[in-house]
């Protein structure tokens, strides 16, 4: 069955230290995207991708990188993590055919100490 | 800025009453979907509505799309313990999400046996 896979599922980790967030999907969507979610607050989109080398700014400021040199792989990337990096991220994917339909992966709990 | 209000933000109620949850906003939205949500894990998608006025059925849930396409809502008909979870609804602009959806903060809902 097709999928979107997240990993780690959880990361604790120290202030400063460099992570990269793995997403991966198995569906052959070109279109994908990273959410932060925090509790009791919406969804905020952080960065998308329309396809292989595309990668956009959404609309919560971050200071995370993304990249997306294969199809099916679009990591993210903090560079030096902060507590105030402490979220959920969830990867998603979608095809488009006229309306975006978003497939969600497990998330990933991240925690800076 | 496109927002989505949902209410209630908490609802618990008994096994085999009957409830309804909203999803409001002063923009209009190209299509309007609903997602749920349980602890650790990401978002299901149960529904995508696009024509304002439409009116979805998924077994024991139905789904209406605002004559204005500004607003939604999500009637559980007999509630079962299996359908607790945060329910969001998530909407798109005039691209059709393809740049990503705006998301409510959710209901959060208990059925309690």
Redesign the interface.
């Known amino acids: 069955e097709a999928d979107i896979y997240q990993t780690p599922r959880y990361l604790v980790i120290g202030t400063g230290k460099k992570i990269t967030l793995e997403c991966s999907q198995t569906m052959g969507h070109d279109?994908m995207?990273w959410?932060q979610q925090d509790p009791?607050?919406?969804?905020?989109?952080i960065h998308?991708s329309?396809g292989v080398n595309s990668t956009?700014k959404?609309?919560l400021s971050s200071e995370s990188t993304v990249s997306r040199i294969r199809t099916e792989h679009f990591p993210l990337t903090l560079e030096s993590a902060r507590p105030s990096h402490t979220s959920q991220y969830?990867c998603?994917s979608?095809e488009?055919e006229?309306?975006?339909?978003?497939?969600?992966?497990?998330?990933t709990r991240l925690t800076v100490l | 800025t496109q927002l989505l209000e949902q209410s209630p933000q908490f609802l618990s109620i008994q096994e085999g009453e009957n409830l309804t949850v909203y999803c409001n906003s002063s923009s209009v939205f190209s299509s309007l979907q609903w997602y749920r949500q349980e602890p650790g894990e990401g978002p299901v998608l149960l529904v995508t509505v696009v024509t304002g006025g439409e009116v979805k059925k998924l077994k024991r849930l139905t789904f209406q799309f605002g004559d204005a396409r500004k607003d939604s809502s999500l009637h559980i008909t007999a509630a079962q313990p299996g359908d607790t979870g945060l329910y969001l609804c998530a909407g798109a602009g005039s691209g059709g999400g393809a740049d990503g959806l705006t998301f409510g903060k959710g209901t959060h809902l208990i059925i309690q046996p």
């Open positions: 279109k995207y959410y009791g607050m919406e969804l905020h989109l998308y329309y956009e959404g609309d969830l998603a979608s488009f006229g309306a975006v339909s978003l497939y969600f992966g497990p998330g």
